[in-house]
């Protein structure tokens, strides 16, 4: 045991499911050498705290031969081939996103369908195309025929342009919305950027759009907001790039007095709402972890 | 014994946040295992003159003592300043508060180092705080800026006794300034991992196996962040350095006697 750490009481570790609705992983083209160390730690973080599925996307090269928010159609395939290897390497743990780039119709439907093939359960939109965008119209329409969540890339309260993506708010996925009311839509990151208490209003009508809480934002008032604007039955839990702020939210969200089904609902119930029927057979079955996350006594 | 070193009463200029009160402070360090915390007086760091804000910061805090231990702001290029730093001394701060980039100062101001230099001889600590909030959901009005790693630097080699704590900081700065240091300036410095990077990138396990884990201290940033958040990232180290020992809030006060 180490000195100068607090013992407190852990009370989010719990034997229930957890799905992580969005996470990234890495492979050899992404322009990185640690990549096969981020994605272990990834898993690593996971098993510590008690996730049962990681629903993930690899957006194309991260840069390395097109921009992240802008991949080439060859980057976007090569970034779902990578993704696909995960899905066949981790069947117990990972589960995928098609990423695809609205701004070529027919590579983005193809994308789709073979993913799709290959055991894709949702659809990943970066910042390509605003969201409000007729280029989506067709993504969003094809994804409410598979039954596929689309996962959209978010800024919180967009003011102005920001450089390398072409950014999307709360309000401008709500329109995408409205014109698709078969699709469900996740919007990105409430916590990862930009004033989170402006997207929570402008997606309260639209009720194929669920939040997740996922991105390294933990403000304090954020949860309770979101609890209190939409509900627990619109609110998925997520990491993205940061699982420690994930957990940190878990935690939170244990402590603000919701109940078990309640907490449930976000922790894993309302992704397996969300996405195909059988998605998540450890969850679906009622599967429990073998072993909760042991709180460190730290 | 964890002391969390980045707390704060009172309210927020620019959003609203829940309850920043020391009572509700009390009950949430009580739940996350924490014994007390050194305070600050938010709405001070956006006033022009911090006294009025310093005696209502103490006021609040005596009937909380020692749990809750006052870290006033001191303004160095405000009049009297010196007297107001003694008096923080004698109120029993452990430390005190400096914002200079609120205050217009930049990187090499010399009011700044007079300050760090001036709280070093009373051995107290001077927390110096990076960002507040994240860059991207800042008010149009909220325009001063992240505090620079040049400035943490300047501050690190103004003397001897010179004690930092730097809250907010991410990998990049931590690195940036303690490679830009001596051995002995480096010891100056402790740092909170409140903004640091956990899994999978693991900026925190980074830091603690390159630069020690010995230079970080622990701090939540209540009432502006969860304060679950600290905590959360130690759970998720990589089993080489997950038992890694922080400096603690009296390795602070120690090193600044």
Not at chain 2, 192 to 220: C, M, N
Not at chain 2, 233 to 251: E, G, H, I, K
Request: hydrophobic share 45%; with cysteine; charged share 25%.
């Amino acid at each position: 045991m180490s000195a100068s750490r607090p013992h407190a009481d852990q009370r989010s570790e719990s034997p229930e499911p957890l799905i992580d609705s969005h996470a990234h992983f890495y492979h050899a083209g992404a322009g990185r050498a640690d990549w096969r160390e981020v994605n272990a730690a990834r898993f690593r973080a996971g098993e510590r705290m008690g996730i049962t599925y990681h629903v993930a996307s690899v957006l194309g090269s991260y840069g390395f031969a097109s921009p992240t928010y802008f991949p080439s159609p060859a980057d976007v395939t090569l970034g779902n081939d990578a993704m696909l290897a995960i899905l066949a390497a981790e069947p117990e743990r990972a589960r995928m996103y098609v990423v695809v780039n609205p701004n070529d119709t027919e590579h983005a439907l193809a994308e789709i369908q073979r993913c799709v093939q290959g055991g894709a359960i949702g659809v990943k939109l970066l910042a390509s195309r605003r969201a409000d965008d007729p280029l989506l119209d067709p993504i969003a329409e094809r994804a409410g025929e598979h039954g596929l969540p689309v996962l959209h890339h978010i800024w919180q309260h967009r003011r102005r342009e920001w450089p390398s993506q072409e950014i999307s708010d709360g309000a401008d996925l709500a329109r995408l919305a409205r014109r698709h009311p078969r699709t469900s839509f996740i919007l990105a990151h409430l916590g990862g950027g930009g004033d989170w208490a402006h997207t929570l209003p402008a997606v309260a009508d639209v009720p194929n759009v669920y939040p997740d809480l996922s991105g390294s934002g933990v403000d304090r008032g954020m949860l309770d907001l979101a609890l209190a604007g939409l509900g627990p039955a619109r609110l998925l839990w997520g990491c993205d790039l940061t699982m420690e702020t994930g957990l940190a939210k878990l935690r939170a969200l244990a402590v603000l007095g919701l109940s078990a089904d309640d907490l449930a609902a976000i922790r894993w119930r309302n992704a397996v709402r969300l996405f195909p029927a059988g998605s998540f057979p450890r969850c679906e079955a009622g599967c429990r972890r073998a072993q909760p996350p042991a709180a460190s006594g730290r | 014994m964890t002391i969390d070193v980045a707390a704060y009463i009172g309210p927020y200029p620019f959003r609203h946040v829940p309850h920043p009160e020391p009572e509700a402070l009390r009950r949430v360090l009580a739940r996350e295992g924490l014994e007390g915390a050194w305070v600050g007086h938010l709405p001070s760091a956006f006033h022009r003159d911090p006294g009025p804000g310093n005696a209502e910061l103490i006021a609040a805090l005596a009937p909380h003592a020692p749990a809750l231990r006052p870290v006033p702001v001191i303004r160095p290029d405000w009049p009297q300043w010196t007297r107001a730093l003694r008096a923080a001394r004698d109120a029993g701060a452990p430390a005190i508060r400096a914002y200079p980039t609120h205050w217009g100062m930049g990187p090499h101001d010399r009011a700044m180092q007079e300050l760090v230099l001036a709280a070093g001889e009373l051995g107290m600590a001077v927390v110096l705080t990076v960002r507040f909030e994240d860059l991207r959901q800042r008010h149009s009005l909220d325009v001063a800026g992240d505090l620079s790693a040049a400035a943490v630097r300047a501050l690190a080699r103004a003397g001897t006794r010179v004690r930092l704590v730097v809250t907010g900081a991410g990998r990049e700065m931590i690195e940036e300034v303690h490679w830009g240091l001596t051995d002995d300036e480096r010891a100056r410095v402790y740092w909170d991992f409140a903004w640091v990077w956990g899994p999978p990138e693991d900026h925190l396990a980074k830091l603690f196996r390159s630069i020690g884990a010995q230079r970080f201290v622990y701090g939540t940033h209540w009432p502006l962040r969860l304060t679950q958040n600290p905590r959360a990232n130690l759970d998720l180290l990589p089993d080489d350095v997950r038992d890694a020992r922080l400096a603690s809030a009296s390795d602070i006060c120690e090193a600044a006697r």
